[in-house]
């Protein structure tokens, strides 16, 4: 079975703080990889892909991705607390297209 | 406009009634696919399809029939609805296996 591990949480930081999110996966075949945030009751919205090794960066936020750990890991600087959701973690299986969802680590922006 | 519409937005029904999702894109992405979210277990595949004439289930397809009417469309089915299918239902797109964008998703509650 493969899977995507994430911390539930709740993960709560300070606003102004740097949250970090981490991701682990099992398929050492993977990828894809990408954090989608969740509002309650709202669908997913991509916040960052991520293909190879190393840090991507996109304004305040930062993914990074070892793949000989097989971990994935999101970063938020300048916390706001509109960044309070819930982080969904998604890798695609290798040589499919299927994504494999973790079930989310939910962060709390404390104002 | 939105790229991927859903209805209905909400929808509560009965045991035992044939209840249908829809879901339009305006993308032009090729594959689309059925989620469903339950509180705790995450997104869960329901089917997916890479065009017209290809239609595949997911990890939890029993209960559940899918209709690609169109590259633009696609439908989804609860032939006989249950209590244990009430869930939050997302539809999304892609192009290939990229990214996948979703739809604003379906409540759908079964008495």
């Known amino acids: 079975q493969k899977e995507v591990e994430q911390n539930s949480g709740p993960l709560s930081v300070p606003e102004g703080a740097i949250a970090s999110l981490n991701c682990t996966y099992s398929d050492r075949g993977s990828q894809s990889f990408f954090w989608y945030r969740q509002y309650s009751g709202k669908s997913p919205e991509l916040i960052m892909s991520i293909y190879s090794n190393g840090d991507k960066e996109d304004g305040r936020f930062t993914a990074q991705l070892n793949k000989a750990s097989q971990y994935v890991s999101l970063l938020i600087r300048d916390s706001q607390p509109s960044d309070s959701a819930t982080y969904l973690c998604a890798v695609t299986a290798e040589g499919t297209y299927k994504y494999i969802f973790g079930t989310g680590t939910r962060l709390k922006v404390l104002a | 406009d939105a790229d991927v519409t859903q209805t209905p937005r909400n929808r509560i029904t009965k045991t035992g009634k044939r209840i249908m999702l829809e879901c339009s894109q305006t993308?032009?992405?090729?594959?689309m696919y059925w989620y469903r979210q339950d509180p705790g277990l995450g997104l869960r595949l329901i089917y997916y399809?890479?065009?017209?004439?290809?239609?595949n289930k997911g990890e939890i397809s029993d209960g559940y029939s899918v209709s690609r009417q169109a590259q633009a469309k696609f439908s989804l089915s609860l032939e006989s609805a249950i209590p244990n299918q009430t869930a939050l239902y997302f539809c999304a797109t892609s192009y290939r296996g990229d990214t996948q964008y979703f739809g604003p998703g379906t409540r759908l509650t079964v008495l």
């Open positions: 399809s890479f065009d017209v004439k290809d239609i």
């Open positions: 993308k032009g992405h090729d594959r």
